[in-house]
């Protein structure tokens, strides 16, 4: 074994983490600076403040989905802390996040951490940065506008616009003839009788853009 | 005592157990349900992932017509629909700026509100007791499965039992003579809301449930949430297919049980509609 070998390839490496180092303050700062506005925004609409996060982990810890995520909760947090917004709004995190709020009942800060994964994924669906968690986004669009003509829900229009919208035509078709025999899915679509009312909640909300 | 019932989207649907159960056991039980009038969809998690206003003004109208109504609870089984429910009426009573749009926006005035909003463990637990018991559940062994929604985060959505540890169920199935394991996935996730974004996530996580039912010698797993109920039972046949499994475990509504025990028939307890059949098991205790 050559002995210069393992000194090269430490000051190598050291050249390679200081470089690192480096690049990483400058980008915190800058981002900080860009991404305060953001923050605020979070802040306001979670009620939560991500920056009382002190890595203790117990969330990711916790996480039942966090071995799908790219980044695990407590990574998120960080993220968040040094204004990475665009990384953040971008992971496949805020998508695969399930809301079931176990780390929300754990964390010693007090931090209601599905809380601010669920703004994310508001933010983000505003945004119009949904690519992956597209499926969601075709999903809520044809809920809503079911919700809109009819009042309620009706299960088997919103299966067929999300079948036809994710391109998935035949997911959980499976399910859906022993639903049907069983009693649990209706051909017609249930509606309510003040449809107006409904109308009128939905233009307002078009009026306030909200 | 009149108590709101608000069916929700799901209980006239894919939760026809739920309803068909809590409809069969509430009178004999002191409780008058009066269906919220011409309710509406709450929206559920797509009106507040799509904008703010439909979120709270959605449920805020199916609380508000509940209160008109003269109930002084109000339950909404499906655990999206109640905490959807929860949240509109404390918004009704601490946003003025929310309430003041939904005013105008339906040209109506609304006074503070304060029929007590409680979720369908929180509505049967108190009111069950020995005397309720004509047909005790013996040999029946069985997981208490509360799932994340109705547990957590306590704080949220109205404290009303461990968020971690959670005992109403179980102590409903012990009063109903049935054996309660304790097992560690009370509260585990099953990952109902991923179904469209990762399917894979959604099967793993009912595996992992079944499995673990399973091997702590359960019979069936008791289940209080729609959504849970749902995804074990209808997904079973699933799981079995991807995973190489063999799982026949019975998910029931603990209101179902609640019914058995009182001694109502099983098919006025939507006992029949479910996808893995608890009637074989229930038989052989004789108690179908
Ligand atoms: S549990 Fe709370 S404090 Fe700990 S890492 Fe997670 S968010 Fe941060
Ligand atoms: S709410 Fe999301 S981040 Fe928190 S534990 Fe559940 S899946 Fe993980």
Redesign the pocket.
């Known amino acids: 074994m050559k002995e210069s070998n393992v000194s090269k390839v430490l000051h190598k490496n050291n050249a390679f983490l200081e470089k690192k180092r480096e690049m990483k303050e400058i980008n915190v700062t800058q981002a900080l600076a860009k991404n305060n506005a953001f923050l605020e925004e979070l802040r306001e609409k979670s009620g939560q403040d991500p920056g009382q996060c002190f890595q203790c982990m117990k969330?990711t810890g916790?996480?039942?989905?966090?071995f799908t995520m790219d980044y695990p909760?407590n990574q998120i947090m960080r993220m968040l802390q040094n204004g990475l917004i665009d990384e953040v709004l971008d992971s496949y995190t805020i998508w695969t996040?399930?809301?079931?709020?176990?780390?929300?009942a754990r964390c010693p800060r007090g931090i209601d951490?599905?809380k601010v994964?669920d703004t994310l994924r508001v933010i983000a669906y505003q945004k119009g940065t949904t690519v992956k968690g597209r499926n969601m986004h075709i999903f809520h669009t044809a809920f809503m506008s079911s919700v809109k003509s009819h009042g309620r829900l009706y299960e088997i229009g919103l299966a067929l616009g999300i079948n036809i919208g994710t391109r998935k035509l035949i997911q959980d078709t499976d399910l859906g003839l022993p639903m049907l025999l069983k009693g649990k899915l209706s051909f017609l679509p249930h509606k309510i009788k003040d449809k107006g009312e409904i109308r009128k909640l939905y233009d307002y909300a078009r009026k306030i853009g909200e | 005592m009149k108590v709101a019932y608000y069916p929700g989207c799901s209980l006239s649907g894919s939760a026809r157990e739920l309803d068909t159960s809590i409809k069969a056991i509430s009178s004999p039980l002191g409780l008058e349900l009066v269906e919220v009038p011409d309710w509406n969809c709450c929206g559920a998690s797509s009106a507040h992932s799509t904008g703010h206003f439909l979120s709270f003004a959605l449920p805020a109208r199916n609380v508000i017509k509940a209160e008109g109504a003269g109930c002084e609870e109000f339950t909404a089984p499906c655990p999206a629909c109640y905490v959807r429910s929860f949240l509109a009426q404390k918004q009704l009573n601490d946003d003025q700026t929310m309430k003041q749009h939904l005013e105008e926006a339906l040209d109506q005035k609304f006074g503070p509100s304060t029929i007590k909003i409680k979720n369908v463990i929180e509505i049967f637990m108190d009111r069950v007791t020995s005397l309720h018991v004509k047909k005790a559940l013996n040999g029946l062994k069985v997981v208490n499965y509360y799932g994340c929604a109705l547990v957590k985060p306590p704080e949220t959505f109205g404290f009303f039992d461990d968020p971690e540890n959670p005992q109403s169920m179980d102590k409903i199935m012990d009063l109903l003579g049935a054996e309660s394991i304790q097992w560690p996935y009370k509260t585990e996730?099953c990952s109902a809301s991923l179904c469209f974004t990762n399917q894979d996530a959604t099967w793993k996580a009912c595996r992992d449930i079944l499995q673990v039912a399973e091997d702590s010698g359960a019979h069936a797993v008791v289940a209080a949430c729609t959504l849970c109920q749902n995804n074990l039972d209808m997904r079973q046949t699933q799981v079995n297919k991807k995973y190489g499994t063999k799982f026949n475990l019975p998910v029931i509504y603990f209101t179902q049980l609640i019914g058995l025990a009182m001694g109502i028939p099983g098919h006025k307890l939507g006992l029949d509609k479910h996808f893995v059949d608890p009637k074989p098991l229930l038989k052989s205790l004789n108690l179908y």
């Open positions: 969330c916790g996480c039942p989905f966090q909760p996040c399930a809301t079931c709020a176990t780390c929300s951490v599905a994964m | 996730c």
